[in-house]
């Protein structure tokens, strides 16, 4: 059965920090890029970060890049998601998912994790 476990979210004042994790099974995670997306509500969900599970490159979207860092430890088959300075407009619910090498589209996903970001 897939799994992907994501936890680490909660409430944080502007300019805080927080790490989510996504604890992954079930599938070969090598052969699989790992993403976080995020939904805020009446908002489209928004790819912000991936991360390349074979080589380690990454993607940030603009509305995160230089705040978040997005990392892989593939002996845990976990993914990480540092964010630094948050800002409210990050406030959203949180997905981690998969989606095998050269696939466009994820396959698997997390159940998500709330992440608040008020004074």
């Known amino acids: 059965e897939v799994q992907l476990q994501a936890s680490g979210g909660g409430l944080v004042q502007p300019g805080g920090s927080l790490r989510l994790s996504c604890v992954a099974s079930?599938?070969?995670?090598?052969?699989?890029?790992m993403g976080w997306l995020r939904q805020a509500p009446g908002k489209e969900r928004e790819g912000i970060s991936s991360?390349?599970?074979?080589?380690?490159?990454?993607y940030y979207a603009d509305s995160v890049k230089g705040r978040f860092t997005i990392s892989s430890d593939n002996a845990k088959r976990t993914v990480y998601l540092q964010m630094n300075n948050l800002r409210p407009e990050d406030t959203a619910v949180y997905y981690c998912?998969?989606?095998?090498?050269?696939?466009?589209?994820?396959?698997?996903w997390g159940q998500g994790t709330q992440v608040t970001v008020s004074s």
């Open positions: 998912a998969a989606k095998f090498r050269g696939d466009a589209e994820y396959k698997f």
């Open positions: 079930g599938f070969t995670f090598g052969e699989y890029h």
């Open positions: 991360i390349r599970t074979d080589d380690g490159s990454t």
